[in-house]
Structure formats: structure tokens, C-alpha cells
């Protein structure tokens, strides 16, 4: 059975930053894509961050490009959400995810079969 847990959220003043992490259980990482979503109130859920299971490619919303940075360590089977220059927009619940699809679908929900269950970072003052 394929658990994600995230941790690491909380509140944060603007400008502060914060690292996510997200531990996986019952799935080898080096062979699923990983990706961090987040969803505020109100709204769909959205793409922040992704690195390929092959080459360890990265990719980022515009929104949090050169503030985020997603890495994972295979041998602990964790992923990493390192987030500077936070702003009172980046406020939501921010999911783990663990998916095997195509190049083309690293940015959409439906590219991603497990979930954690979320973790809140709230930005303010």
C-alpha cells in the first residue's frame, strides 16, 4: 500500500521561508515521478513543482520559478519543497504526489495516481 506523508507546514511571515517534506512508503522513488500541488481556499487545485523519475529533470510553475525548489533523496524515499520569499498568494494546502505519466501530463493532476493527505503553509503577517 503506497502512503504519502508531508510535513513541514505552518505559519510563516512574508519573505521567510520554509522547507516541505514529503516521505513515501510502499513505492521505490527512483522509479515514480514526484510533484508537489497546492490548492487555496476557493480554488483548483494547482502545479507547483515536478522532478522526472528519469534524469531528475525539474519543473516549475511561473508562479514560484527562482523562489522553489523542488529535490528528493532516493535512499530516504523523500521529497523536498525548499520555499524562499514567501508571499501571502503562496498561502494553501500543498499535496505530494507520486505518478508514471508521459512528459506531458508532469503539470496536471490527472498525471499523478498517489496523494498525501496535505500539509497547510499559511503566509502573514
Known amino acids: 500500500q503506497v502512503e504519502l506523508v508531508e510535513s513541514g507546514g505552518g505559519l510563516v511571515q512574508p519573505g521567510n521561508s520554509l522547507r516541505l517534506s514529503c516521505v513515501g512508503s510502499g513505492l521505490t522513488f527512483n522509479t515514480w515521478n514526484m510533484a508537489w500541488f497546492r490548492q487555496a481556499p476557493g480554488k483548483d487545485r494547482e502545479f507547483v513543482a515536478a522532478?522526472?523519475?528519469?534524469?531528475?529533470?525539474?519543473y516549475y510553475a511561473d508562479s514560484v520559478k527562482g523562489r522553489f525548489t523542488i529535490s528528493k533523496d532516493n535512499g530516504k524515499n523523500t521529497v523536498y519543497l525548499q520555499m524562499n520569499s514567501l508571499t501571502p498568494e503562496d498561502t494553501a494546502v500543498y499535496y505530494c504526489?507520486?505518478?508514471?505519466?508521459?512528459?506531458?501530463?508532469?503539470?496536471?493532476?490527472?498525471?499523478?495516481?498517489?496523494w498525501g493527505q496535505g500539509t497547510q503553509v499559511t503566509v502573514s503577517s
Open positions: 522532478i522526472r523519475r528519469s534524469g531528475g529533470y525539474t
Open positions: 504526489a507520486a505518478g508514471m505519466a508521459v512528459l506531458s501530463a508532469t503539470r496536471v493532476v490527472s498525471g499523478y495516481r498517489h
